[in-house]
C-alpha cells in the first residue's frame, strides 16, 4: 500500500493514516432498494460513533483490507465488502449482496466523494459486439431493470438494463454499430 | 519417467497438471496465447512460451506451434488437458510423429469413439446396451409404427443427418405418430437436405451418470466409480458428485464391467469415461464415450484417493497400475461447483473483467482447483471457468455442508459469477433429497426465485459499511495524491518502513 508520500507502507499504518485523514464528521444518504437511511459518522478516539436515522448504533470497524471492514455492532461480528461491478456498487454483509448509492449531502453537487458516481449513469458494453436492437428512444421514462438495447456476442444476445429508474438522456449507438467493451451506449438519468 | 512435460492448455486445468508434475518432480512447459501472459498456470510453470494471438486457432489449437514448443524446449510429453487438442486425433498422431509421448489414448482409440455409427457397431460387438430403437433410417410408416410399439412410447424420432433439436419429433402415443413423422421428415428434409429418420425409445427425466475408466499400456483396464452429472444448463455441466445417490454396489459393477467392456472394444488406453443415460427404472444405455480427462475429475480422485494425472503419467510412461480392480474403494462423497465467470442475473451471459477483491475458502474437506487471483483480469476470450470448488465429506449431507459453508466464504469482486445459483441448488429440497435428472436445473432456474426479505440488521450494517467505504475511499483518494499530514513524523516511519520491504495485504 501507498503512503501520502508514496512510499510503501503496511496496512496497519495505512489504515491509521487513513482514519487520520478522514473528516470528524460525516453525513451520508445511503440508499438500498429504494429506501434512504441518514448515516452520522464520527471519529471517537480509537473508535466510531454511528447514527442511523437519528438512533446511536454502538459500532467498531476494522478495515483489514482496502475492500474489506471487519465490523462489530455491538457483539454482532460481520465481514463486509465492497465491490464495484458494472458501474453498480455492491456491499455484501456475509453472502448478503446489497446495491447501495452514497451521496453526501452537504458536497456542492450533493454527491459523495468518492470515485463512485452517482446522478447520470452510463450503460456500457461489457464485452465487444454488435447492437441488434434499441428498445427504448430518447426521452422515455424507464424502471430500474428495464432493458434499453440488445447487444450480440459470442453467439448470445445480452439484453442491457437500466441500472436506475430515470429517464433516457441519450443512445449514443445505432442499430448495427459494432461496439468494443466500455463503449458508452447510453446515459439514464 | 519424463523430465519435461509440455501442458498444452491453459486456466484451471494447467495450473492442476503442472502441480502433478512439481509432485512427480518433472519440469512443467506451459504455453499462453497474447492474453493470458499474466496467467496463473505460466507463473506456475518451470518454462512458458508464447504462442500468439488470443484466439484458439492461432495459439491452444495450433498443433504447429505447439510442437514447435517441445521441439524448442526439449518436452518428452504433451498433456493436453481436457478440451482444445485433448481429443483430436490429427495431435495425438503428430506428437506420436514428433517423437512426444501424448499423454491419453491412441488417435486409433479416439477415431474408434469419434465416430457415433462406429462406436455403436463396436458396442454392438461388445455387448453393450443402447437406447432400444433402429440405427437406420425408417423406410416407413409402417415400420416406425411397428418399432415403436415393440420398444414402447414415448419414443424420439431423430434426423440421421441431424443435430441442434432440428428434424426431433417426441411421440407419446400411437395416434400422434403419423403426423410426427411427417413433420420430422420435412423437417430433416429442410434443414439437411436429407429427410432419413430413425426412432429411439425416449427416456424420460433420464440421470446423466458417467463411469470413469483407466487403463494402462499393458492390458490392465479398470473402473473407478462413477459421476452423476444431471445438472447442466443448456447441455453444459455444472454441477457434478461421486458417488451417484442412486447406484448401488450391485448396479456400479454392472456398469463399471460394461464401461470396461466399451473401453476395450476400442483398445483403450489411459484415462476416459464413458458416458450412460439411466432411466426412472435405473436402467442403464450407452450414450458416448469421452477420450480425455475430464472438467469433474476431483469428484473421483477423492472418493477413491486416486490421483488421476499422476497416475496418467505414469500409464504414459508405460508403468503397470498399481492397483487391481478389487482394491479400488470408493469412500465418502464429493461434489464439485463450476464457478463461472457469468450473470447469473443477466441469462448467465459471460462476465470478463479485473477480479478486485478475492476472498477463497478453505478448511475441512475442501478442495479448491482455481485458475484465478486476486487483480487478475479474465480475458473474454475463452471458457470463463474461473475454478472448481469441491466437497467432501463421509456422507452427502457432509459434503453438502461443507460445501455450503465455502461458498458462504467464497467473494470474488468485481466481476459476475454463478456462485449464487450454487447456494440455489444447495438448498433445494430436491437436490438435497437427491431427486436428480437432467431436467433439474432448468426446472429450477424458471421456478420464482426464493428471495429472502433482507434482516434489517443487515440492512443496517449495509449502511453503516456504506458510508465508512466512502469515507475512507475518500481519504485513500486523499493519501495516494501525496497529501502529507502536517506536523508528523510518519513520513520518516514510512521510509524506513519502506527500507525493510513493503506488505501487500
Known amino acids: 500500500m501507498f503512503s501520502a508520500c508514496g512510499t510503501v507502507v503496511s496496512a496497519s499504518q495505512f489504515f491509521a493514516d487513513c482514519q487520520l485523514l478522514i473528516k470528524p464528521f460525516m453525513i451520508y444518504d445511503v440508499t438500498i432498494d429504494g429506501k434512504n437511511y441518514r448515516l452520522e459518522l464520527d471519529r471517537v478516539d480509537d473508535g466510531w460513533s454511528c447514527r442511523v436515522e437519528g438512533r446511536g448504533v454502538e459500532v467498531d470497524a476494522v478495515l483489514v483490507r482496502p475492500d474489506v471492514l471487519s465490523l462489530r455492532v455491538g457483539n454482532n461480528a460481520y465481514e463486509v465488502k465492497h465491490e464495484r461491478v458494472a458501474g453498480e456498487i455492491y456491499v455484501w454483509v456475509g453472502s448478503s449482496r446489497f446495491a447501495v448509492e452514497v451521496r453526501d449531502p452537504r458536497s456542492l453537487h450533493g454527491r459523495a466523494r468518492t470515485p463512485d458516481d452517482h446522478g447520470p449513469r452510463k450503460l456500457m458494453a461489457p464485452m465487444p459486439g454488435k447492437i441488434v436492437r434499441i428498445l427504448v428512444s430518447e426521452g422515455a421514462e424507464v424502471e430500474a431493470g428495464a432493458g434499453v438495447l440488445v447487444v450480440e456476442a459470442m453467439k448470445m444476445q445480452n439484453e442491457i438494463k437500466s441500472p436506475k429508474k430515470g429517464t433516457i438522456q441519450k443512445i449514443l449507438v445505432s442499430e448495427g454499430a459494432a461496439v468494443n467493451a466500455g463503449d458508452v451506449l447510453a446515459i439514464v438519468e | 519417467m519424463f523430465k519435461k512435460i509440455l501442458i498444452a492448455n491453459r486456466g484451471e486445468i494447467a495450473v492442476r497438471v503442472i502441480r502433478a508434475c512439481h509432485e512427480m518432480g518433472i519440469a512443467a512447459i506451459a504455453v499462453y496465447s497474447d492474453v493470458d501472459r499474466a496467467s496463473l498456470h505460466v507463473r506456475k510453470a518451470d518454462e512458458a512460451y508464447p504462442i500468439g494471438a488470443a484466439a484458439a486457432s492461432e495459439s491452444y489449437l495450433n498443433i504447429a506451434k505447439i510442437l514447435d514448443v517441445a521441439r524448442h524446449s526439449g518436452a518428452d510429453a504433451i498433456h493436453p488437458g481436457y478440451g482444445f487438442l485433448s481429443e483430436n486425433a490429427k495431435f495425438a498422431r503428430a506428437c506420436a510423429d514428433a517423437g512426444v509421448k501424448f499423454i491419453g489414448p491412441t488417435a ?242 459471460p462476465s470478463p473483467g479485473k477480479i478486485t477483491l478475492l476472498l477463497s475458502p478453505s478448511g475441512p474437506g475442501i478442495r479448491r482447483d482455481s485458475g484465478m487471483y486476486e487483480d487478475w483480469t479474465v480475458p473474454m476470450d475463452y471458457d470463463p471457468l474461473l475454478a472448481k470448488l469441491i466437497g467432501y465429506g463421509s456422507d452427502r449431507d457432509q459434503a453438502i455442508g461443507r460445501l455450503t459453508r465455502a461458498l458462504n466464504e467464497y467473494f470474488v469482486g468485481g466481476i459476475k459469477t454463478n456462485i449464487s445459483l450454487f447456494r440455489r441448488i444447495l438448498r433445494h429440497r430436491d437436490f438435497r433429497g437427491a431427486k436428480l435428472d437432467t431436467g433439474f436445473l432448468d426446472r429450477l432456474l424458471k421456478e420464482k426465485e426464493d428471495v429472502p426479505i433482507a434482516d434489517p440488521k443487515a440492512i443496517e450494517v449495509a449502511v453503516i459499511a456504506a458510508g465508512m467505504f466512502a469515507a475512507l475511499g475518500a481519504a485513500v483518494n486523499r493519501t495516494s495524491t501525496g497529501e502529507a499530514r502536517p506536523g508528523s513524523h510518519w513520513k520518516e516511519v514510512a521510509r524506513s518502513e519502506a527500507m525493510r520491504g513493503s506488505l501487500k495485504s
Open chain 2, 108 to 349: 486409433a482409440a479416439m477415431d474408434a469413439m469419434g465416430s457415433k455409427t462406429r462406436a455403436r457397431q463396436a458396442m454392438e460387438r461388445a455387448g453393450v446396451p443402447f437406447v432400444p430403437g433402429t440405427s437406420r433410417g425408417l423406410e416407413s410408416f409402417d415400420e416406425a409404427k411397428e418399432v415403436a410399439a415393440r420398444i414402447g412410447y414415448p419414443v424420439m424420432l431423430k434426423a440421421a443427418a441431424g443435430g441442434g433439436g432440428k428434424g426431433m419429433r417426441l411421440v407419446h402415443a400411437p395416434q400422434d405418430l403419423k403426423a410426427a413423422l411427417e413433420g420430422a421428415r420435412s423437417e430433416a428434409e429442410h434443414s439437411f437436405a436429407d429427410s432419413e429418420v430413425y426412432v429411439e425409445k425416449a427416456i424420460v427425466n433420464p440421470r446423466h451418470i458417467e463411469m470413469q475408466v483407466l487403463a494402462d499400456e499393458h492390458g490392465n483396464t479398470v473402473y473407478l466409480g462413477e459421476r452423476e452429472c444431471s445438472l447442466q444448463r443448456r447441455h453444459q455441466k455444472v454441477l457434478e458428485e461421486a458417488p451417484s445417490p442412486v447406484v448401488d454396489v450391485a448396479m456400479r459393477r454392472r456398469m463399471g464391467e460394461v464401461a470396461v467392456r466399451v473401453a476395450q472394444a476400442a483398445a483403450y488406453t489411459n484415462a476416459g469415461t464413458v458416458e450412460f443415460l439411466v432411466d426412472e427404472q435405473r436402467n442403464f444405455y450407452f450414450l458416448e464415450m469421452n477420450t480425455r480427462l475430464q472438467v469433474e475429475h476431483p469428484v473421483t480422485e477423492l472418493v477413491t484417493g486416486l490421483d488421476l494425472v499422476q497416475l496418467q503419467i505414469r500409464i504414459s510412461a508405460g508403468e503397470r497400475l498399481p492397483f487391481t480392480q478389487d482394491e479400488v474403494q470408493i469412500r465418502g462423497h464429493a461434489i464439485e461447483c463450476r464457478i463461472y465467470a457469468e450473470d447469473p442475473d443477466n441469462n448467465y451471459f
